[in-house]
Nanobody
Framework: QVQFVESGGGLVQPGGSLKLSCVAS????????MGWYRQAPGQSRELVAR???????MTKDSVRGRFIISRDNAKKTVYLQMSSLKPEDTAVYYC??????????WGQGTQVTVSS
C-alpha cells in the first residue's frame, strides 16, 4: 500500500523559509515521479514542482528561484525547500507520486501559512 507522510508545514513570516518533507512507503520510490501540489482556500489544486526518476525537475513559474524540489531515493523522501515566502504561498501542500503505470497517489497535506 502506497503511503506518503508529509511534515514541515507551519506558520512563517513573509520572507521566511520552510522545508517540507514527504516520506514514502509501500512502493519502489526510485522509479516514481514525485512532486508537490498546493491548494489555497477557494482555489483549485495546482502543481508546484516535480522531480523525475532521472533527478530532473520542473517548477511552477511563480515559485521558480524561491522553491527547490529534491529527492533522496535511499530515504524514500522528497523535499520542497521554500524560501522568500509570500502570503500568496499560503496553502495546503500535498505530496504526490506517479508510478510508471500512471497511477497517482497523494499525501494527506500539510498547512503552510505565510503571515505577519
Amino acid at each position: 500500500q502506497v503511503q506518503f507522510v508529509e511534515s514541515g508545514g507551519g506558520l512563517v513570516q513573509p520572507g521566511g523559509s520552510l522545508k517540507l518533507s514527504c516520506v514514502a512507503s509501500g512502493m519502489n520510490f526510485s522509479i516514481y515521479t514525485m512532486g508537490w501540489y498546493r491548494q489555497a482556500p477557494g482555489q483549485s489544486r495546482e502543481l508546484v514542482a516535480r522531480v523525475f526518476p532521472t533527478g530532473g525537475t520542473m517548477t511552477k513559474d511563480s515559485v521558480r528561484g524561491r522553491f527547490i524540489i529534491s529527492r533522496d531515493n535511499a530515504k524514500k523522501t522528497v523535499y520542497l525547500q521554500m524560501s522568500s515566502l509570500k502570503p500568496e504561498d499560503t496553502a495546503v501542500y500535498y505530496c504526490w507520486g506517479r508510478s510508471n503505470y500512471q497511477e497517482d497517489y497523494w499525501g494527506q497535506g500539510t498547512q503552510v501559512t505565510v503571515s505577519s
